[in-house]
């Protein structure tokens, strides 16, 4: 298994404001990945992180909204850009290994 | 379509009973299939995976797969009120870029 750390762990911030979401996995891993979890909702992929390369989007997210960073085989990050209360929700870092996914503790990201 | 479908419930088992969760998938080349444990607040628990078809068993989980069917499933024996939860099932596969797909997740109760 992997321990992922994810920071910070809720954040309350203003619309037109962008956030950076951090994750740091203790071990290497191929594959990174980030959710998004509405209230009640299961969990969406927003994209893959790819190591020193552009991320990988899933249908209806895009990279001036979401850019993605991934320098290194354990480290991403993830930011929410112009945020609106839309964008509330708990954002999750993903890492794989032998293909079973484990999280980090979250974000929660509230928009006002 | 949806890729991963679980019915939401609800799902409501007295204290001691078996909980029953059902899956269903859509894409065939799916190669690995898990079962998450998600509480209110907190991010997903891995707790059972399974690859090959039939039935795997981990203290009180048993997950059984048949792919030709297409078809997932969770069983919880001596349901304890701590096993309250939302159990989201999820797919991956290595074609699709070794992404973990999800399921609504099923709400489980179980009354003391």
């Known amino acids: 298994s992997a321990v992922i750390s994810q920071k910070p762990s809720r954040d309350i911030c203003q619309r037109g404001t962008s956030l950076t979401i951090q994750c740091q996995v203790d071990?290497?891993?191929?594959?990174m990945f980030w959710y998004r979890q509405q209230p009640g909702q299961s969990l969406t992929l927003i994209a893959t992180?790819?190591?020193?390369?552009?991320?990988?989007?899933e249908s209806g997210f895009v990279i001036d909204k979401f850019p993605i960073s991934r320098p290194n085989l354990t480290f991403s990050t993830l930011t929410v850009s112009n945020m609106s209360p839309e964008d509330s929700s708990i954002y999750l870092c993903?890492?794989?290994?032998?293909?079973?996914?484990?999280f980090g503790q979250g974000t929660r990201l509230t928009v006002v | 379509q949806k890729e991963v479908e679980q019915n939401s419930g609800p799902l409501s088992v007295p204290e001691g009973a078996i909980a029953s969760l059902n899956c269903t998938y859509s894409?065939?080349?799916?190669?690995?299939f898990f079962w998450y444990r998600q509480y209110s607040g907190k991010s997903p628990e891995l707790i059972m995976s399974?690859?090959?078809?039939g039935d795997k068993e981990d203290g009180r989980f048993t997950a059984q797969l048949n792919k030709a069917s297409q078809y997932v499933s969770l069983l919880i024996r001596d349901s304890q009120p701590s096993d309250s939860a939302t159990y989201l099932c999820?797919?991956?596969?290595?074609?699709?870029?070794?992404?973990?797909?999800f399921g609504a997740g099923t709400r489980l109760f179980v009354k003391a």
């Open positions: 993903s890492a794989t290994a032998n293909t079973e996914a484990f």
């Open positions: 399974i690859y090959s078809n």
């Open positions: 999820a797919v991956n596969n290595s074609t699709g870029g070794f992404k973990t797909i």
């Open positions: 894409d065939r080349v799916s190669q690995s």
């Open positions: 071990s290497q891993v191929t594959m």
């Open positions: 992180a790819n190591q020193g390369s552009e991320a990988t989007y």
